[in-house]
């Protein structure tokens, strides 16, 4: 069973997917998975990430992605709103919990 974080997240991964680089795809669910420490998911993701192309370096520096050169300004703000998402989930999602 899924949390409702993690389902919002599915909704909206998947309204956008068709419109963004599938290696952007999988960086910005790499960079989710890491906040929410979802180790599976994070092992599924940096396998699909590398076969389709994706360097292992960027996706071992995500969480340094706006210090580090190694990702686009676009990226970095695709991953920023990938954070961002994360952080209203997780609150979102403690607030229910509390109910």
Request: hydrophobic share 40%; charged share 20%; aromatic share 6%.
């Amino acid at each position: 069973m899924s949390s409702p974080p993690i389902n919002g997240w599915r909704e909206v991964s998947t309204a956008i997917n068709a419109s963004l680089q599938a290696c952007l795809v999988q960086l910005a669910e790499i960079r989710a998975l890491q906040i929410h420490r979802w180790a599976n998911c994070l092992n599924k993701h940096a396998k699909e990430a590398r076969a389709i192309g994706e360097a292992e370096q960027r996706t071992y520096l995500l969480p340094t992605c706006r210090a580090a050169p190694y990702h686009s300004e676009g990226e970095r703000a695709a991953l920023g709103w990938a954070e961002a998402l994360m952080g209203l989930s997780k609150a979102i999602g403690s607030r229910l919990m509390k109910r």
